[in-house]
């Protein structure tokens, strides 16, 4: 490697992430002829907030204002979560759900519960009530399911369930999820 080489070729493979800018260790880039001077790289990603974005958020505020069950369908990295996680910093009462493909109802009831600030115990039946109970005394909460389609697997119990649990509550729903969730 000649001497004119950047220094992330320099380092070799094990230090190569630490010598390029901004990689692991550091958190900025070095000017090469100006010591001291260095160029500070953004930690977020900026979001820009195209006609598609400002709608889906006005589909969100809908669903919380009219206390209605609605479903985002897109595919995997089309933003159907940066939205989600947009609204949720708008919106006080909107609690995020991550689901996964490992999750049995009362693993579900447990994050229902714990998102709404509700403390739910026994079977299934009685968490579900627990539940029920604990949303129609309160008017701001909004149960936002990300990745959805996770919970179709075995049965559609879990789906059922958040079914219910909006028919005896009129708490707002949305249910986003790639295509899968359709089908």
């Known amino acids: 490697i000649r001497e004119s080489e950047p220094e992330f070729l ?3 493979a094990a230090g190569a992430l630490d010598a390029l800018p901004g990689g692991a260790g550091d958190e900025t880039e070095r000017t090469e ?4 001077q260095a160029r500070q790289y953004k930690r977020e990603i900026e979001i820009f907030k195209t006609r598609e974005f400002k709608q889906a958020l006005g589909w969100c505020d809908y669903i919380q204002s009219k206390r209605r069950m609605g479903v985002m ?3 995997p990295g089309c933003g159907k979560t940066t939205i989600l ?3 949720m910093k708008r919106s006080a009462g909107a609690k ?9 109802v ?3 009831l447990g994050q229902i ?3 709404a600030g509700i403390t739910a115990s026994g079977s299934a039946y009685q968490r579900v009530q627990q539940i029920i109970q604990g949303l129609r005394n ?5 149960l936002i399911f990300d990745e959805a389609e996770y919970l179709k697997k075995w049965d559609v119990t879990k789906l059922e369930l958040i079914r219910k649990i909006w028919d005896n509550t009129g708490a707002p729903v949305v249910l986003a999820g790639t295509p899968e969730l359709e089908a």
């Open 10 to 12: 320099k380092a070799g």
């Open 33 to 36: 002829g100006r010591p001291g």
């Open 73 to 75: 369908i897109g595919y």
């Open 85 to 87: 996680r947009e609204y």
């Open 96 to 104: 995020y759900i991550e689901c996964w493909p490992t999750m049995r």
């Open 106 to 108: 009362s693993d579900l």
């Open 113 to 115: 519960a714990g998102a």
């Open 138 to 142: 309160s008017d701001d909460v909004m």
